[in-house]
């Protein structure tokens, strides 16, 4: 028996909001119904596929008529708590880009409105349907504990991207909005709970406010030993030296990915180049009868390399999965939360100066 496809109201309509929207147009199990923007009228100009769909720039009235099973929130950060709970409540599912809310008691209201519904709750942590990120923690597990994982993401942005990046900076630092996608990898790593961090960060620009910085690096230690740390910065002066380290040291060797050294073209404010991998270099710390090492480091070559587009796709196909086949989602919920604590945690560490114990 064929399934009705999920009506879907898309909300937000920048650089994620059109890549997910673009995703529900080539799922058949989605049928969009809706766009909705706060400068979205007949006269703006959307990719072709999207055109023909009805255009809203009022949220509430878009739910209120369209009574979507499915709303696809991609705004600022300071409306996703509100427009998550009032989509859950009128018994829609939702699918929302990160962070949840701009407090960990925002991150736990959202939940607790979606399991007191019982709508599925999903959060855009993209790199988890990645194959290559996917492979990079499977062999991170292989490495025993403690694990000592080291992530950053600078990016040298300019023009429209230092735009966008000042936009967010009245509401969110990079440490926060990059910084939930790594931590979120490391809790999936050590699969153990993070209790304490601490963080520094630096205003590098007169164009962002006062109180905001655009550099931030911030140190998390887990229940299991493990530490990790994670650095991001916004602006046209950050160096695009080291600025893709994605590295992870145990007992038993090491796991890198090595997109960097093999593309030294990808700019690191490029949507693609976050995802980006092309190879994972394993090395072994085991030790032959002369000290020398037993294995050769070899490197795992990924073939399977989705652009941006490819892993929205494949996040909202996770979507109709969990929607369609019941998925618990407790584990990615809790994630969630979890990096939340760590990434909010590391901004009132940058403002106190002291550590932050969870």
């Known amino acids: 028996m064929m399934r009705k496809p999920q009506k879907v109201l898309v ?214 030993g493990s530490i990790g740390w994670y650095e991001a910065g916004w602006g046209p002066m950050m160096s695009e030296t080291a600025y893709f380290v994605k590295d992870v040291i145990g007992p038993k060797g090491s796991v890198s990915i090595v997109a960097a050294e093999q593309n030294p073209d990808m700019e690191s404010d490029s949507i693609d180049s976050h995802t980006k991998t092309s190879a994972i270099l394993c090395h072994s710390a085991s030790l032959d009868k002369k000290s020398g090492l037993f294995h050769k480091d070899h490197l795992i070559q990924m073939q399977d390399e989705p652009d941006h587009d490819a892993l929205c796709l494949r996040e909202q196909d996770f979507l109709l999965k969990a929607i369609t086949e019941d998925l618990d989602l407790d584990n990615h919920l809790q994630d969630a939360v979890n990096s939340m604590k760590i990434v909010l945690a590391a901004d009132q560490s940058i403002r106190s100066g002291q550590v932050v114990y969870l």
Not at 89 to 114: L, N, Q, W, Y
Not at 154 to 178: A, E, F
């Open 11 to 224: 909300v937000g309509l920048g650089n994620m909001g059109i890549s997910h929207a673009k995703a529900y147009h080539a799922l058949a199990g989605f049928e969009i119904v809706g766009l909705c923007s706060r400068s979205l009228d007949q006269q703006t100009v959307l990719p072709d596929e999207l055109s023909r769909y009805p255009r809203f720039s009022d949220y509430d009235a878009a739910l209120q008529q369209l009574q979507p099973d499915v709303v696809s929130i991609n705004t600022w950060p300071d409306t996703h708590e509100t427009f998550a709970i009032k989509a859950l409540e009128s018994d829609a599912h939702v699918f929302m880009e990160k962070p949840v809310a701009e407090t960990v008691e925002g991150t736990e209201r959202v939940i607790a409105t979606a399991k007191a519904k019982n709508r599925k709750l999903v959060v855009g942590y993209i790199l988890r349907h990645h194959p290559s990120w996917q492979e990079f923690v499977r062999q991170a597990r292989t490495l025993g504990k403690p694990l000592v994982m080291r992530m950053n993401l600078n990016q040298q942005s300019r023009g429209d991207t230092w735009q966008v990046h000042k936009q967010l900076m009245k509401s969110i630092s990079p440490i926060i909005d990059c910084g939930v996608h790594y931590v979120d990898m490391m809790c999936l790593m050590t699969e153990s709970r993070p209790v304490k961090v601490h963080a520094i960060g630096a205003r590098l620009s007169d164009e962002i406010a006062p109180d905001m910085y655009n550099y931030g690096q911030l140190q998390v230690t887990y229940e299991d």
